[in-house]
């Protein structure tokens, strides 16, 4: 699976939006992105995903670039609970089997009055 | 219930003792993962499961790590003769399929604490 880059930490005050970047280079072109975050002392939790098309849900959006080696997380009105570890991941979808997420170090987002 | 379960919430074991760690899967999920959480650091895979069928156990760090999912429902971790390195957050996750791309539901651990 391809290797994720993302910044270390990030603030971003509540009800703004919060652009979250990650950096995935090498992807090749079966691999998808995918966006969890894990809030302090629970599990991860799924976001959202995609391919090569901007993708959006409930939660979030997700902005991937035409050449698919970066893609950016948007949270657009943020809010204290979504003070969080959110974790890039970059992984191929096979049908037939289901395997590991590589998470990485991920990105500590602090969302402040 | 709604979610995965997982018990007990905090262990905490003398070194040298045997542990055994319970995963509740989401009723249905067909695949069932371990992961092994230290603290600042990002879940790390540990085994995976289809049904009762151990797929892959690449992650398991020793021969003192054992998993099992004998009905493929109900999964139990357990660690032999546990040592400091140990101590981390045990975390269990289950998909309702056995296709990725299905966002996988994450129970929230098992705190073991190795002194």
């Known amino acids: 699976d391809a290797k994720t880059t993302q910044p270390p930490s990030m603030d971003c005050a509540e009800g703004r939006a919060a652009n979250l970047p990650c950096n995935h280079s090498?992807?090749?072109?079966?691999?998808?992105v995918y966006w969890y975050r894990q809030i302090h002392s629970q599990g991860p939790q799924y976001i959202i995903h995609?391919?090569?098309n901007n993708e959006t849900n409930e939660m979030a959006s997700l902005i991937i670039t035409e050449d698919r080696k970066s893609s950016t997380l948007i949270l657009p009105h943020a809010t204290l609970r979504d003070t969080a570890v959110y974790y890039c991941?970059?992984?191929?979808?096979?049908?037939?089997?289901?395997?590991?997420?590589?998470f990485g170090t991920g990105t500590r987002l602090q969302v402040t009055l | 219930g709604a979610g995965v379960s997982q018990s007990p919430r905090y262990k905490v074991a003398k070194r040298g003792q045997d542990v055994a760690l319970r995963c509740d899967p989401i009723?249905?999920?067909?695949?069932l993962f371990w992961y092994q959480q230290a603290l600042g650091q990002g879940p790390e895979f540990l085994t995976y499961?289809?049904?009762?069928?151990?797929?892959?156990k690449s992650g398991l760090p020793s021969d003192r790590f054992f998993a099992e999912r004998p009905e493929g429902s109900v999964s139990t971790l357990k660690i032999q003769r546990t040592q400091q390195e140990d101590s981390a957050v045990y975390l269990c996750?289950?998909?309702?399929?056995?296709?990725?791309?299905?966002?996988?539901?994450f129970g929230s651990g098992t705190r073991l604490t190795v002194v």
């Open positions: 499961f289809q049904n009762e069928a151990q797929l892959d």
């Open positions: 996750a289950s998909s309702p399929t056995s296709v990725t791309g299905a966002g996988y539901t």
């Open positions: 009723s249905g999920h067909v695949s």
């Open positions: 995609g391919l090569k």
């Open positions: 991941i970059v992984r191929a979808t096979l049908t037939g089997t289901a395997s590991k997420l590589t």
């Open positions: 090498t992807i090749s072109g079966n691999e998808y």
